[in-house]
């Protein structure tokens, strides 16, 4: 009866779902959860997070956040370590502790409503001009331009704190990705894998500009008028930047379908009914089979 709704089945008993478990246990949920676990070894394959660091989130309905867990390698990350929280850092569902950095992805979500997923990690050569204090040059690689456009430096302050989190407020509506000092970088998107997407095209510029130094020759820059070709490419495809809304023009801030990874979609209804009909079909289920033990909280 429940097939296709539920990663693992919740515990047995005679209590509906809450709202927040008919969310998570979502076809929405499973893959934006599996989205999550996909996106976490994909940093951790190209070495953009050691230990337990790092962090992903995504938004889930208007009030909700799934995160990454605490004190977890992104390289073993599995789809039930996922925590739920809301936007004020309520941990709503989870075996695990959210993720001590969830504070910066809460103030990016509250900052910019277009934000729908962040990533956060230490890539090294991204971190590289982060812990120099320096701010990548613009108009030298096309990649950069049309994905990322202009990067930020936020100042340094203790991670996991509030002070930090707000060190990206005055960047985070016009930038995409955010240098942050003395630690790493955050990325935001309309999907975590997009957002993974802007971290990798900013480690790989920074480290070819790395590279492209030790020539010991001047780097050779894009001209004024090629930049515009850019943005005029950056805009047919829908992709912010600051650039070119200082002239009026707005970016979607969503991919256009096509670049989108096929992800199950909303169930007709919404999560709102979805979770209306989970609920009174594990509560029918249960009665039909006499089964009212307490549930395990
Ligand atoms: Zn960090």
Not at 27 to 43: D, S, T
Not at 95 to 111: D, G, M
Not at 212 to 222: D, E, F, K, T, W
Not at 237 to 258: H, M, Q, T, V
Request: charged fraction near 20%; charge should be negative; aromatic fraction near 8%.
């Amino acid at each position: 009866m429940l097939a296709g709704y539920f990663d693992e089945p919740p515990q047995p008993g005679g209590v509906p779902l809450s709202r927040e478990e008919a969310i998570y246990y979502s076809r929405e949920g499973l893959a934006l959860r599996q989205e999550m676990v996909w996106n976490g070894r994909k940093l951790w394959d190209r070495q953009y997070v050691d230990g337990n660091g790092g962090n992903l989130s995504c938004r889930i309905g208007e009030d909700l956040v799934l995160c990454t867990p605490s004190m977890v390698s992104k390289a073993d990350l599995t789809i039930s370590d996922l925590c739920l929280v809301d936007l004020d850092g309520k941990e709503m569902l989870g075996r695990f502790r959210k993720t001590s950095e969830l504070l910066l992805h809460l103030e990016i979500y509250k900052a910019n409503p277009n934000a729908r997923a962040v990533v956060h990690c230490h890539p090294p050569h991204a971190t590289a001009y982060a812990i120099a204090g320096i701010v990548p040059p613009e108009d030298v690689v096309p990649e950069q331009e049309v994905f990322v456009g202009p990067v930020a430096l936020a100042p340094y302050d203790t991670p996991g704190t509030q002070a930090f989190a707000e060190t990206i407020l005055p960047f985070v509506n016009s930038h995409n990705s955010i240098l942050l000092a003395n630690h790493g970088v955050v990325c935001w998107a309309d999907t975590v894998t997009h957002a993974e997407w802007f971290v990798e095209v900013l480690d790989t510029y920074c480290r070819t500009l790395l590279l492209a130094y030790q020539l010991r020759a001047p780097i050779q820059r894009i001209s004024k008028d090629k930049i515009s070709d850019l943005l005029r490419l950056k805009q047919r495809l829908g992709l912010p930047d600051a650039r070119l809304e200082e002239n009026g023009a707005k970016g979607s801030y969503e991919f256009p379908k096509p670049m989108t990874p096929e992800f199950v979609s909303e169930p007709p209804g919404g999560i709102e009914l979805l979770a209306r009909e989970i609920t009174q079909a594990v509560t029918a289920h249960l009665v039909g089979n006499g089964n009212h033990p307490s549930r395990r909280r």
